[in-house]
């Protein structure tokens, strides 16, 4: 079956640190990937996606590159702010043949990163 | 404004005394499910539905019922709520085709005593 794997926190910096949270996944199909953010009190936000191989996907200066070699889907922020405190899910979505997707996410446990000023 | 309806937010009851948490979308998503988030284990899905009338097990479906008789709702049902059923509910919502972007509601936080 599938699954995804991500680093154990919690994760502490400083604020203009350099962020890593790894992630890496199992999946039978063609799966696509998934970084999603939980603000404190809040529900789950898409923080970026990539689709296939290689792609990158990209917001709010966060990036994340689908690595099918090795099965990745490391998060990277080269300066992070206080405002990105929150829990970090990575999550991939298995897309049957065709490319449709039923929509199940598969959850990564969550990493939760503190970051002080 | 575009969103994922939960109510209630918060709730804590006792064993054996049936709740429903419901879940309403107003962008006209085919698809919703209800995930549940505990400590160390992400998020795990509950029950999903593709459409109106269809519904299906997720991971742990085990304590829940579902229904979908409109489009726009998805309510959760515990007939008879446990102690380990304590936990934060999310529901969710995308069109089909999207690829598995959800769209999430803001949380149920439930509490069985």
């Known amino acids: 079956g599938n699954s995804v794997t991500q680093m154990e926190g919690p994760v502490t910096l400083s604020e203009e640190a350099f962020l890593t949270i790894n992630c890496t996944y199992t999946?039978?199909?063609?799966?696509?990937l998934f970084w999603y953010v939980q603000y404190p009190g809040e529900g789950l936000q898409l923080l970026l996606k990539a689709t296939k191989a290689d792609d990158k996907g990209s917001n709010k200066g966060f990036e994340a590159t689908y690595r099918k070699e090795t099965t990745s889907f490391h998060l990277e922020k080269g300066s992070v702010q206080v405002s990105d405190s929150a829990v970090y899910f990575c999550?991939?979505?298995?897309?049957?043949?065709?490319?449709?997707?039923?929509?199940?996410?598969?959850f990564g446990q969550g990493t939760i990163l503190t970051v002080h000023p | 404004e575009a969103q994922v309806t939960q109510n209630p937010r918060y709730l804590i009851t006792v064993t054996g005394k049936k709740l429903t948490v419901t879940c309403s979308q107003n962008m006209n998503h085919e698809y919703m499910s209800w995930y549940r988030q505990d400590p160390g284990l992400g998020l795990r899905q509950i029950y999903y539905s593709m459409n109106v009338e269809v519904t299906d097990k997720g991971d742990v479906p085990e304590g829940y019922k579902v229904s979908r008789k409109e489009k726009r709702n998805f309510p959760l049902i515990l007939e008879s709520p446990s102690p380990n059923q304590t936990s934060l509910y999310f529901c969710a919502s995308f069109p089909q085709g999207m690829g598995g972007e959800l769209f999430f509601g803001e949380g149920s936080r439930l509490t069985v005593l």
């Open positions: 999946a039978t199909g063609y799966p696509s």
């Open positions: 999550a991939l979505s298995d897309r049957r043949a065709g490319g449709t997707s039923y929509g199940k996410l598969t």
